[in-house]
């Protein structure tokens, strides 16, 4: 009897490190390399400009392709649109929060909601922030995209970046941020905007948008 026990409890400890060995070393092909050179600059009324990335924040962030540009319409609306994406076999850089970036570039967060963004059939669930620097009031939506779907919570992104890989799935992940005045007649045009232009971020990453349930 102690022989077969100590047969099935060295079964299962070659069982796990077999399993950990695998996980740790196994790459899944990323889904296809991305280029966002071609990201429309011109949509509806709305041109863009696009903005410098410096290189530090290049250097923390090294991302596999990343996107920024301010849209401006002839009424003199505004929207920042930034969007980053890393491959699973990334292991130098990674995605950071708004939560810990803004209060770190000097930017306080006066306020959280959930946000809702539809696309298509499907919804993104998204945040919103509220945050202030000197007199300047904006808000701040953004969300995280991974091959199990859409958050903007840091530890569901951690779980699912983990259950992708002990799924052997690509681990590629993707950030969307849009960036608005927090006045009303900004806000509106922020609504319409958000929601033309994250179809067309989702045309160039390799991830599905949301559907419908």
Same mark, same amino acid.
């Given at each position: ?5 100590? =047969? ?30 071609? /990201? ?16 530090? &924040? ?8 990343? /996107? ?26 990674? &995605? ?15 306020? %959280?909601? !959930? ?23 904006? &808000? ?10 859409? %958050?903007?919570?840091?530890?569901? =992104? ?6 992708? $890989?002990?799924?052997?799935? !690509?681990?590629?992940?993707? /950030?969307?941020?849009? &960036?608005?005045? $927090? ?21 160039? =990453? !390799? /991830? ?6």
């Amino acid at each position: 009897m102690a022989k077969k026990t100590f =047969l099935i409890f060295l079964g299962l400890v070659i069982a796990t490190f077999a399993f950990c060995a695998v996980v740790k070393y196994y790459r899944p092909d990323p889904a296809h390399g991305v280029e966002l050179s071609q /990201f429309p600059l011109r949509h509806g009324e709305w041109v863009a400009e696009q903005l410098p990335i410096a290189a530090g &924040v290049v250097d923390i962030l090294r991302p596999d392709a990343i /996107f920024n540009a301010i849209y401006s319409n002839p009424q003199g609306d505004q929207v920042d649109l930034f969007f980053s994406y890393f491959a699973g076999e990334n292991t130098q850089g990674g &995605v950071h929060s708004p939560r810990n970036c803004m209060p770190g570039s000097g930017w306080v967060i006066l306020k %959280t909601e !959930p946000r809702s963004i539809p696309i298509g059939n499907g919804v993104i669930p998204a945040s919103r922030l509220y945050v202030k620097y000197g007199q300047a009031l904006r &808000v701040v939506d953004y969300w995280y995209i991974t091959s199990h779907g859409e %958050t903007a919570n840091d530890y569901t =992104l951690k779980f699912y970046t983990m259950v992708s $890989a002990l799924q052997f799935k !690509p681990t590629d992940v993707a /950030f969307v941020r849009f &960036v608005s005045p $927090a006045d009303s007649t900004s806000l509106a045009q922020l609504d319409q905007f958000e929601q033309e232009m994250s179809q067309q971020v989702y045309t160039l =990453l !390799p /991830f599905d948008p949301p559907a419908s349930n």
